[in-house]
């Protein structure tokens, strides 16, 4: 059973459109980490979120950790080609770290 | 570039073979993490040192094993290899242990062949 469950596995739409990707667990977690993956690359942190209802932005992402802090979204406004890549998210639990399978985004020229 | 370099970029051998993957921190960073990724399975943690000691195993198999010099680069040594061992490796580091901010290097692919 995975620790963190990320939905949906797979997205490809239109430069321009808006998305939202979802990463959910069965435990409360302290911190919840994002990250972005492009093919044969490791990835690279975008965001921590720490504070359950917290949200958190970065240019046209949006960053949002319930407040139950369980759960968390990633949302895109206007995706661009650039933003193309596997969205993983990522929890820390006694000193080991747990990564979702991820979102693997394509964004359409 | 994250600062995290890893050698080599890609591997090729045969089952039962042993390989040494390495890996160099950030410049100042104490800790290492060391991570396989393979299709099936994602993005998994095997390991983690801080100054020289391992602080957390995650998935690390009996036949894998790491450890951390004093100069802090690390190694991870994978042996009797299997075709299920072929996956990329990533290494991460951190200035602390356990900080949530961790920084990838470009990993090493493996083949088993």
């Known amino acids: 059973t995975q620790l963190l469950e990320q939905s949906p596995q797979f997205l490809s739409i239109q430069e321009g459109e808006n998305l939202t990707v979802y990463c959910n667990s069965s435990s409360v977690f302290s911190s919840l980490q994002w990250y972005r993956q492009e093919p044969g690359e490791g990835p690279v942190l975008l965001v921590t979120v720490v504070t359950g209802g917290e949200v958190k932005k970065l240019k046209r992402l949006t960053f949002q950790f319930g407040d139950a802090r369980k759960d968390s979204s990633l949302h895109i406004t206007a995706a661009q080609p650039g933003d193309t890549g596997l969205y993983l998210c990522s929890l820390k639990n006694f000193n080991k770290f747990y990564f979702g399978s991820g979102t693997k985004l394509n964004v359409k020229p | 570039d994250s600062g995290v370099t890893q050698t080599p970029k890609h591997l090729i051998t045969a089952t039962g073979q042993r390989v040494t993957l390495r890996c160099s921190p950030r410049?100042?960073?104490?800790?290492v993490y060391w991570y396989q990724q393979s299709l099936d399975q994602g993005l998994q943690f095997l390991i983690h040192?801080?100054?020289?000691?391992?602080?957390a195993k995650g998935n690390i198999l009996e036949r894998f094993s790491a450890q951390q010099f004093p100069d802090l680069h690390s190694e991870l040594n994978l042996s009797s290899l299997e075709l299920g061992d072929s996956a990329l490796y990533f290494c991460?580091?951190?200035?602390?242990?356990?900080?949530?901010?961790?920084?990838f290097g470009p990993g090493t692919r493996l083949t088993v062949l």
């Open positions: 991460a580091s951190s200035v602390v242990s356990g900080t949530d901010t961790q920084y």
């Open positions: 040192y801080y100054n020289g000691e391992e602080r």
């Open positions: 410049s100042g960073d104490l800790s």
